[in-house]
């Protein structure tokens, strides 16, 4: 083997080995995939999807918005699993839910009918200025209302599938340290 064969093996073995180490702290710091197995983000995210985060979004509890899509780690029923919700309400937001209705620091979220896909009526509501799409379908569930005010470092998550999510209605709010990042 030539001096010149030897420097371009080693060259090809360090570039590979760059582009390896790049992925792993792209994928352990900045960005993870998650596939969503349930239908409770439904009209906004499929079920059986895969989606992005970026995990390096939310450095301070202060860069969470209303509205903005999270996974975060929830322990419920003694499983430690990652849902993917909408923050609703931050820290000191006052909430009141009941049945379809959100009622944020005292007043109602405004949502306004855009159709319908298959048996879910779709409407867009508006939180804080960030306007996203949720759906409505028959259920014969009892609905939880809630009637609180978000505790500090804690967030309030809801899914898009109103009526067909296991999101803080039932598991309580997401405290900040829960949180892995935002769906990109």
């Known amino acids: 083997m030539s001096k010149r064969s030897i420097i371009v093996l080693i060259l090809s073995l360090f570039a590979a080995a760059f582009v390896v180490a790049t992925v792993v702290v792209l ?42 899509i999270v996974a975060y780690h929830v322990e419920f029923m003694g499983q430690r699993e990652v849902y993917l919700k909408r923050v609703i309400g931050l820290p000191g937001d006052k909430l009141r839910i009941t049945e379809d209705s959100v009622f944020l620091n005292g007043r109602e979220l405004p949502k306004r009918p855009v159709g319908v896909e298959g048996k879910m009526q779709i409407f867009e509501e508006d939180c804080g200025g960030t306007v996203y799409r949720i759906g409505l379908v028959p259920s014969q569930r009892q609905f939880k209302n809630v009637d609180m005010v978000v505790p500090p470092d804690c967030f ?22 829960d949180l892995i990042g935002k769906k990109l």
Do not use: K
Request: one cysteine or more.
């Open 156 to 177: 309030f998550v809801l899914g898009d599938n109103r009526r067909n999510s296991l999101d803080s209605r039932y598991t309580g709010p997401v405290n900040y340290r």
């Open 27 to 68: 994928r352990l710091w900045v960005v993870a995939p998650f596939r969503i197995p349930t239908a409770g983000m439904e009209p906004s995210v499929r079920q059986n999807s895969t989606v992005w985060v970026l995990t390096c979004a939310y450095r301070q509890p202060g860069a969470v918005h209303c509205g903005d």
